[in-house]
């Protein structure tokens, strides 16, 4: 069963570069199939797709998080990540990472609150 | 870039009710809609893909339908376990979710 797991800092600082990592089990990262990528939502509001990369590195990004936003892949670990630079409280949410297929989503990290303070 | 307007932002209901919600794109998006429900605490789950195709093992009183620009969610009995908060997501060019339908029980 795939399984997906969010890791990283629970708190970040203002001005700051939130980074999250996810672990992908039970199923591999190379698969020609799919595209991984992170949504987020911040707390009581609705659901906004980060972006998504595909194994061998292209990547779509959502156009107003553009200039902010990185994801990479290490098809070595397994793993898939994100950085959101010059992060402000508005960057305050729960950061789920995910496997797209035809860019619909069946399987979903449990999700991580990120917070934005000093 | 490609908007979505769902409608009600927020539903009353009894046990029973037929629900219906609404999705609608700022273009054409053929049929690249998704609608997942998500409930408290929880990742969303998808229900139905391509507009009204049923995902595997989701009950059969979830339907959607429509093409182009306007699209529908509907439960055709609501039951308890329904009470979630609904999303569109449309596929067409990028990835862009509506802000959610919120359902409660009456």
């Known amino acids: 069963q795939l399984q997906l797991q969010e890791s990283g800092p629970g708190l970040v600082k203002p001005s700051e570069t939130l980074s999250l990592t996810c672990t992908v089990s039970g199923g591999s990262i190379s698969s020609s199939s799919y595209y991984w990528g992170w949504i987020r939502q911040p707390p009581g509001k609705g659901l906004e797709w980060i972006g998504s990369?595909?194994?061998?590195?292209?990547?779509y990004y959502n156009p107003s998080l553009k200039s902010r936003v990185t994801i990479s892949v290490d098809t070595s670990k397994n793993q898939f990540s994100l950085k959101l630079s010059s992060v402000t409280a508005a960057d305050t949410a729960v950061y789920y990472c995910?496997?797209?297929?035809?860019?619909?989503?069946?399987?979903w990290g449990q999700g991580t609150l990120v917070t934005v303070s000093s | 870039d490609i908007q979505m307007t769902q409608s009600p932002s927020s539903l009353s209901a009894s046990v029973g009710d037929r629900v219906t919600i609404t999705c609608q794109a700022s273009?054409?998006?053929?049929?690249?809609l998704n609608w997942y429900q998500q409930k408290p605490g929880k990742a969303p789950k998808l229900l139905i893909y391509d507009a009204s195709n049923l995902e595997t093992g989701v009950p059969s009183r979830f339907s959607g339908s429509g093409s182009g620009t306007d699209f529908t969610f509907t439960i055709s009995s609501l039951q308890p376990e329904d009470i979630a908060t609904y999303y569109c997501q449309q596929y067409d060019n990028l990835l862009t979710f509506g802000q959610g339908t919120r359902l409660e029980i009456k």
């Open positions: 990369i595909y194994y061998s590195g292209s990547t």
């Open positions: 995910a496997r797209y297929e035809q860019w619909l989503v069946r399987y």
């Open positions: 273009q054409d998006i053929s049929n690249y």
